[in-house]
């Protein structure tokens, strides 16, 4: 069993940057992949960057997120993080952390833990 937990979230200006952080409880936490999803008022949960650590460090990034969102681990820690660099009014949404032992993905149905989200608003 997992727990998440997220913080970092709050307002900041476009342009600027926030780190996102996700707790996880488990034993095993090391072994999980990690992802980040969104989801902005009135739409869809999205996908934002995974990666799984465990297979030879394979990520994955959305196109919207790319060369401005970065997803780390501290294992000694248990967290994972979500460094957003260059924030967009389009990045406004409450943020999810979630984890899954065996797939690594864009896509939600691949995870069976969640954390309960932070949110994140752009102001422009």
């Known amino acids: 069993q997992v727990q998440l937990v997220e913080s970092g979230g709050g307002l900041v200006q476009a342009g600027g940057s926030l780190r996102l952080s996700c707790a996880a409880s488990?034993?095993?936490?090391?072994?999980?992949?990690m992802a980040w999803f969104r989801q902005a008022p009135g739409k869809e949960r999205e996908f934002v960057a995974a990666?799984?650590?465990?297979?030879?460090?394979?990520?994955y990034n959305a196109d919207s997120v790319l060369g401005r969102f970065s997803i780390s681990r501290d294992n000694a820690k248990n967290t994972v993080f979500l460094q957003m660099n260059n924030l967009k009014s389009e990045d406004t949404a409450v943020y999810y952390c979630?984890?899954?032992?065996?797939?690594?993905?864009?896509?939600?149905?691949?995870?069976?833990?969640w954390g309960p989200g932070t949110q994140v608003t752009v102001s422009t």
């Open positions: 979630a984890s899954d032992l065996f797939r690594c993905g864009p896509h939600i149905e691949y995870y069976q833990y």
């Open positions: 990666k799984n650590w465990r297979s030879g460090d394979i990520e």
């Open positions: 488990g034993r095993t936490f090391g072994s999980y992949a």
